[in-house]
């Protein structure tokens, strides 16, 4: 592997690191058009049983789900797979929330696949399930 490709394979493992990052703190800031525009366009997303699919499910998705004050927190990541403009990985997450003034906690883990467009590491597919 030539040194320009192995840099290339860090700097793709950071940027899809950061998308995480960038996911929990938008979250935690109640921003639902800065995680909607973490997404691909055609991006599908699996939580508890429930489906959505693009921009509008997303919406659907984080609409109501914000309303709770979640707070995430990445535990442990790990990119499986890297082939180019397309990756998967797993990332392990705790959620702090208010519902109906009562703190919550919850965990679960996020199986994940990324793509790469226009430069840029979005989440093409999400699926979460609890512990």
Same mark, same amino acid.
């Given at each position: 592997? @030539?040194?320009?490709?192995?840099?290339q394979?860090?700097?793709?493992?950071?940027?899809i690191?950061?998308?995480?990052?960038?996911?929990?703190? /938008?979250?935690? @800031?109640?921003? %639902?058009?800065?995680? %909607? =525009? /973490?997404?691909?366009?055609?991006?599908?997303?699996?939580?508890?049983?429930?489906h959505?699919?693009?921009?509008?499910? /997303?919406? @659907?998705?984080?609409?109501?789900?914000l =309303?709770?004050?979640?707070?995430?927190?990445?535990?442990?990541?790990?990119?499986?797979?890297?082939?180019g403009? @397309?990756?998967?990985?797993?990332?392990?997450?705790?959620?702090?929330?208010?519902r109906?003034?009562?703190?919550?906690?919850?965990?679960?883990?996020?199986?994940d696949?990324?793509?790469?467009?226009?430069?840029?590491?979005?989440?093409?597919?999400?699926?979460f399930?609890?512990?």
């Amino acid at each position: 592997m @030539s040194d320009e490709l192995r840099l290339q394979r860090i700097e793709d493992r950071e940027a899809i690191r950061d998308l995480l990052s960038q996911y929990c703190y /938008l979250i935690a @800031s109640g921003d %639902v058009d800065g995680v %909607v =525009a /973490l997404f691909t366009d055609d991006c599908r997303v699996e939580i508890l049983g429930r489906h959505f699919e693009g921009e509008a499910g /997303l919406r @659907s998705l984080y609409a109501d789900a914000l =309303a709770v004050q979640p707070k995430p927190y990445v535990h442990n990541h790990w990119i499986e797979t890297l082939d180019g403009d @397309s990756a998967s990985g797993r990332a392990v997450f705790e959620i702090r929330q208010i519902r109906d003034g009562q703190p919550e906690t919850g965990g679960g883990c996020y199986e994940d696949r990324y793509c790469k467009q226009d430069g840029v590491w979005r989440f093409e597919q999400r699926t979460f399930r609890t512990y």
